[in-house]
């Protein structure tokens, strides 16, 4: 295992190779002073039973797969049910947990790793480069892709932020969603293939309000999430270079944009972290003290009606980008 430091004027992060997991993200509150706006683990050596994904890449695939299988060119390729029923981010040792060679360049480092055929039980070798890169106020992150035979491709990075500090609750955070559509799960949060429109509802993020008053105790949609956010937004079609998602702290006066290339994020509000390892505060986490904003495909697209969206055909690329343009909210 092995940690490396970026940092320009304005950011300073601390990556390491083990999932190209990003442990510390620091930038500058309204009084100037930098914090730490991601939770983390109190040790790497508990990377191996980390089951809230810390910082970590997400793939092959992300998201949840309905009953751990699915077909492609007429075969059915059976997965790990790691999460209920269902198999959740790549599987029990997925990406997040995967060594990767590290190539360090000015403001930029870049990982590689080629994930072999039939690793926890997806088809083909797939060949990922990741690149973290630092320019100014925003951290951009980029995945390129290739295969020898077709399989299913969905990656994201599974930050969790808190921008008013550790173990904290985030439910008085202000979060924007530029997205008219969500996507409904049962009571595994397994997405049902149901999208409904947020007009009318407290999915709608879409003038920003904070993140508690989009939580329903009593919403049977909030209820199967385990009380809170845990769900895919269908972005709008908006006018190049607008950001999709805008999260803000008051306390603390940081806010983040975000823009990506991916059709949709699952914003998930941390619901389940008192179960898992300790954090950076030597003890789990409080439940909803972090959210995480992850850019995706649609959840289960490879067992939808149109999966070709998540299907990387042989000889093609797989490419997406997703920036965070860190400020002050003025």
Same mark, same amino acid.
């Given at each position: 295992?092995?940690?490396?430091?970026?940092?320009?004027?304005?950011?300073?992060?601390?990556?390491?190779?083990?999932?190209?997991?990003?442990? /510390?993200?620091?930038? *500058?509150?309204?009084?100037?002073?930098?914090? #730490?706006? !991601? &939770?983390?683990l109190a040790e790497l050596s508990d990377i191996p039973d980390d089951t809230a994904y810390f910082g970590a890449l997400m793939g092959r695939v992300c998201n949840r797969t309905k009953n751990a299988q699915f077909?492609?060119?007429?075969?059915?390729?059976?997965?790990?049910?790691?999460?209920?029923?269902?198999?959740?981010?790549?599987?029990?040792?997925?990406?997040?947990?995967?060594?990767?060679?590290a190539t360090m360049g000015?403001?930029?480092?870049?990982?590689?790793?080629?994930?072999?055929?039939? /690793?926890?039980?997806? *088809?083909?070798?797939?060949?990922?480069?990741? #690149?973290? !890169? &630092?320019?100014?106020?925003?951290?951009?992150i980029k995945f390129l892709a290739t295969t020898d035979k077709d399989t299913p491709v969905s990656l994201t990075n599974h930050m969790y932020f808190n921008l008013a500090g550790q173990n904290r609750s985030v439910l008085d955070h202000s979060l924007l969603i530029n997205a008219g559509k969500v996507c409904c799960v049962d009571e595994n949060i397994m997405a049902t293939g149901e999208i409904t429109e947020v007009d009318g509802s407290i999915f709608d993020f879409r003038k920003g309000k904070k993140i508690g008053d989009g939580i329903d105790a009593g919403d049977l949609q909030i209820q199967n999430a385990g009380g809170g956010l845990d769900h895919h937004f269908i972005f709008d079609d908006l006018p190049a270079g607008t950001p999709q998602v805008e999260l803000?702290?008051?306390?603390?006066?940081?806010?983040?944009?975000?823009?990506?290339?991916?059709?949709?994020?699952?914003?998930?509000?941390?619901?389940?972290?008192?179960?898992?390892?300790?954090?950076?505060?030597?003890?789990?986490?409080?439940?909803?003290?972090?959210?995480?904003?992850e850019t995706q495909l649609m959840p289960n697209a490879i067992n939808s009606k149109d999966p070709e969206c998540v299907i990387l055909r042989k000889g093609a690329e797989y490419r997406a980008e997703t920036k965070y343009i860190f400020g002050i909210k003025k």
């Open positions: 295992m092995k940690v490396f430091t970026l940092e320009n004027e304005y950011i300073c992060m601390k990556v390491t190779n083990i999932g190209c997991r990003i442990l /510390e993200l620091f930038v *500058p509150d309204k009084r100037g002073q930098r914090r #730490d706006i !991601i &939770l983390g077909t492609l060119n007429g075969v059915t390729y059976k997965l790990a049910a790691n999460n209920g029923p269902n198999h959740l981010h790549g599987g029990i040792k997925g990406f997040d947990k995967q060594e990767f060679e000015d403001n930029c480092i870049s990982f590689h790793r080629v994930s072999p055929d039939g /690793e926890e039980g997806y *088809p083909g070798n797939l060949d990922l480069t990741v #690149d973290y !890169i &630092l320019d100014g106020n925003t951290l951009t803000m702290s008051e306390e603390s006066g940081i806010r983040v944009l975000v823009k990506t290339t991916a059709p949709g994020a699952q914003i998930y509000t941390g619901n389940y972290l008192s179960e898992g390892c300790k954090g950076k505060t030597n003890a789990p986490y409080d439940n909803q003290t972090g959210v995480a904003i």
